[in-house]
């Protein structure tokens, strides 16, 4: 009976005449054009023989990381030894140990600790070794580590703030796919931010990791007549689902600091003046299925945000529970008479908060909310057409926030005449809108917790009652990799008494607009 493998002999054959897998040099060729579609042809060609030859018995003998010279070898063994077929109950088939090899190779990628691409080549023991098999295979993925250490410095402008930035990253610390990021920042608004924070994977999974981090920053609100300065820190843990939504739980300790109040603060803003402690749990949910999150043209998103904050042994000196909910959808809308991809999309998005005051640590009244925790509504990366905190309640001109919201918006957006369909410019027309409200009842003190579900009850029935402040505009996007520009003329249409408007054109920068 014929040697199970040599039937596919032929495959490792192909290989040999392509790369030599054993070759550092192979990351060097592969940057070269002709190399590349060399490469290419060969990957193809090995595809095609390993789908004829799918089901042949094989045993996976090593697996070898090729120029990780940085990484700890005990760090790569988490995650390649377990595929060997010495820790396995039973043979691979050859496309069993491919696709177990390539999943292997894409934890490697989300480490984000080596440039793409990550190869993967095939070889077989010498036959004269008479520890092998006939079934053995090895592995070799070749790697091309990423800087360890990244530099950035610049500036930029929107939301009407300009600043200058420095940041730097330490990648791949201890040769564990550890992450320390240090961030400093001067502007017009954040008047001076610094922040640090240290990330590492748990167990070499690249799904789960752990972050520790600091931060100290001091903001002009000038929509509040106040300056914030914060301090404290955070510990988080994020994990990736099995239905594919992305878990973030973690604590936060911040001092903050209500100052430098203009002459003219009102009194909501003096009252709040001073300082505040806050020790709360957080835990943030999120299902990412759109195509392009800066520009989406079909998918959705999902996200919930739950803070709990002063209750019981968590203490500090503000105490409430906090839950936000965003949904967005994107649709391609085909035009008659155009083939493939129009560039026309329609994107909806919904979003929507609630603060509910809570005792602190074992008191038994709740108290009203700070002005630090309440919700702010309006601008440029939101309900476009007003101000920055422009919506909500106002206590002469300061934008004092609220605890209650619900907005959304509805976008179309068109390619630009002559531009190429693939490139992030798009025209957008738009209707945006929402409210917001205070729990007004709780202002003149602490109240019980059945008091409290009556006056909660009572503000949420409040936003259906009567028209959303409403604004309508069209503009231009530019979407970036790590953020959205946009700038629109916007027309509000309704706005409600004490809000603040602004007909003309704005300009924002976000990462989630809406």
């Known amino acids: 009976m014929a040697d199970p493998l040599e039937s596919g002999d032929d495959i490792f054959d192909t290989l040999r005449k392509g790369v030599d897998p054993k070759l550092q040099a192979e990351k060097d060729r592969i940057r070269n054009e002709r190399e590349y579609a060399h490469y290419e042809k060969t ?43 010495v820790n396995q109950d039973r043979p691979y088939t050859l496309a069993e140990a491919i696709r177990e090899v390539s999943a292997g190779a894409d934890k490697l990628h989300r480490l984000d600790i080596f440039h793409e691409p990550i190869s993967i080549f095939i070889d077989r023991p010498a036959k004269t070794d008479p520890s092998t098999t006939p079934t053995d295979i090895d592995f070799y993925l070749s790697v091309r580590e990423k800087a360890r250490i990244l530099i950035k410095t610049g500036t930029s402008a929107g939301n009407g703030e300009g600043e200058a930035y420095t940041n730097v990253q330490l990648r791949n610390m201890f040769g564990g796919a550890e992450s320390l990021s240090l961030n400093a920042s001067l502007g017009t608004r954040t008047r001076s931010a610094y922040q640090a924070n240290f990330e590492s994977p748990i167990l070499s999974n690249p799904d789960l990791r752990w972050e520790i981090g600091g931060i100290a920053s001091s903001t002009q609100k000038s929509w509040a007549s106040h300056e914030e300065v914060l301090k404290g820190g955070w510990t988080k843990l994020r994990w990736m689902a099995q239905g594919g939504g992305r878990h973030e739980l973690g604590y936060n300790g911040i001092w903050r600091q209500i100052t430098g109040l203009a002459s003219n603060a009102s009194p909501t803003i003096r009252n709040d003046a001073g300082d505040s402690v806050k020790s709360s749990i957080q835990h943030t949910w999120v299902k990412e299925r759109r195509d392009n999150p800066m520009l989406p043209t079909r998918g959705y998103l999902n996200k919930t945000t739950v803070e709990l904050a002063g209750w019981g042994p968590l203490q500090g000196d503000v105490g409430f529970g906090k839950a936000e909910v965003e949904a967005q959808g994107a ?58 905190s422009g919506l909500g309640p106002h206590d002469g001109s300061d934008a004092v926030g609220g605890d209650v919201y619900a907005a959304g918006s509805a976008n179309l957006l068109f390619p630009i005449p002559g531009v190429p369909l693939d490139r992030p410019f ?18 003149n003190g602490g109240t019980n917790s059945e008091n409290v579900r009556q006056v909660v009850g009572s503000t949420i029935a409040e936003l259906s009652n009567g028209l959303p402040s409403i604004a309508a505009g069209f503009g231009l996007i530019y979407a970036h990799s790590i953020a959205r520009f946009e700038l629109n003329f916007s027309l509000p249409l309704v706005q409600r008494s004490g809000e603040d408007a602004r007909k003309g054109l704005q300009f924002g920068i976000g990462i989630n607009m809406m």
């Open 43 to 85: 990957q193809r060609r090995l595809g095609e023989l390993i789908q004829n030859n799918s089901t042949l018995p094989t045993t996976i003998s090593s697996i070898r990381i090729l120029g990780a010279s940085n990484t700890r070898k005990s760090f790569l063994e988490r995650i390649f030894n377990p595929i060997l077929s």
């Open 331 to 388: 649709i391609p809308i085909p035009i008659p008479g155009v083939k493939g991809e129009s560039g026309v999309s329609l994107t909806a998005n919904v979003r929507a908060g609630l603060l509910y005051p809570l005792p602190l640590g074992l008191e038994s009244e709740a108290k009203p909310s700070r002005i630090n925790d309440r919700f702010g509504l309006g601008g440029p990366t939101d309900v476009r057409g007003f101000r920055l």
């Open 426 to 443: 798009r025209f957008q027309t738009f209707l945006t809108g929402g409210r917001l409200l205070a729990l007004k009842k709780l202002k």
